[in-house]
């Protein structure tokens, strides 16, 4: 088992390590699932703690269309009627949006409850419950609301990979491509090297989840460095709003494509690593249709990270370093 200390809380990583959850001091559990999480997960999670089957299990709707202050209402409402005080605690079983959401609630509720993330896609293994981020959509704009709060634990079982088509698999593995582009050069060269279904996940995850760690404790509250980590995802925020406004929602992975390689050409890299890394995305992963650019204008606007009517990238120097605060007026994209 590998462990990571990350700000105030540790990062566990490894094969059947639930047994390291410690839930001892707690007055009252709640799990929060999704369906498929209902069905896939939470029975591993009860057969290696026997006490959850008596804890609250709050079942949401999955999907991006779902994260939303109303389903924030109908969590809210459990912890309420379940009598949940400042000495419970809420597990996040799923993906990144039950940990964007139910990290959100546990936050908000009685101005805070501690909460462990238990990620079981790739994609929240390797981002989405590292870093402290949580939130909520708002009118179709993601993660429009929300706040920087940590966790009391992460715990990373690589057993959940096995409950994961190969199309979930991809689609969390555009952050890894993501994380070796901003820091690690010679982790993309090994991955562009390598089948993806020939790919070491738990080696994988770990240096994935350590770049972003590294990142992520040198400012906790992406005041600098920390925006390193938005490269590709202000396209992919745009692409991700674009869908979800035509009621057709796409995954997150399948933005981030898109969105490193539109990122990459906006990107002062040399035209031969531009063109590495759109055919390796494109001949290995199938993506939606990319909306032109004019059509993502409306929700570049209101991106997060904008200053002064410009719209703020983070964009590549080369594979594997990056540069924030890259201004772009609205002409000029």
Request: positive net charge; hydrophobic residues 40%.
């Amino acid at each position: 088992m590998k462990k990571i200390q990350s700000d105030n809380y540790q990062i566990l990583i490894g094969k059947n390590i639930l047994k390291n959850l410690d839930l001892k001091s707690y007055s009252k559990i709640a799990v929060l699932v999704d369906e498929k999480t209902f069905i896939h997960c939470l029975p591993i999670l009860i057969n290696e703690h026997q006490k959850l089957k008596q804890s609250t299990i709050i079942k949401i709707k999955g999907g991006e269309k779902h994260k939303t202050i109303n389903t924030v209402q109908v969590i809210l409402k459990e912890l309420v009627d379940k009598k949940f005080n400042r000495k419970s605690i809420l597990i996040n079983l799923g993906g990144g949006i039950i940990g964007d959401i139910g990290g959100f609630c546990a936050s908000i509720y009685k101005r805070g409850i501690n909460y462990i993330h238990i990620p079981t896609s790739l994609l929240a293994m390797v981002d989405a419950s590292i870093g402290g981020k949580v939130g909520v959509n708002q009118q179709c704009l993601k993660n429009n609301i929300g706040l920087f709060s940590n966790p009391t634990s992460v715990i990373i079982d690589t057993t959940f990979l096995k409950t994961l088509p190969k199309k979930e698999m991809q689609n969390g593995f555009a952050e890894v491509l993501k994380h070796a582009l901003i820091a690690d050069k010679n982790l993309w060269n090994k991955i562009i090297k390598t089948d993806f279904d020939l790919l070491e996940w738990e080696e994988i995850i770990k240096k994935s989840v350590e770049i972003k760690n590294t990142i992520v404790c040198s400012d906790p509250n992406e005041k600098n460095l920390r925006k390193k980590l938005n490269f590709a995802h202000t396209y992919a925020h745009a692409i991700e709003s674009y869908y979800l406004q035509k009621n057709n929602p796409i995954s997150h992975g399948e933005a981030v494509y898109i969105g490193i390689m539109l990122e990459s050409e906006l990107s002062e890299i040399n035209n031969e690593e531009k063109i590495q890394i759109k055919n390796y995305i494109l001949s290995n992963f199938k993506l939606p249709l990319i909306p032109s650019k004019n059509e993502l204008l409306k929700f570049l606007i209101h991106d997060k990270k904008n200053l002064n009517e410009l719209i703020n990238f983070s964009l590549l120097t080369k594979i594997g370093e990056c540069t924030i605060d890259k201004m772009f007026s609205i002409n000029e994209l």
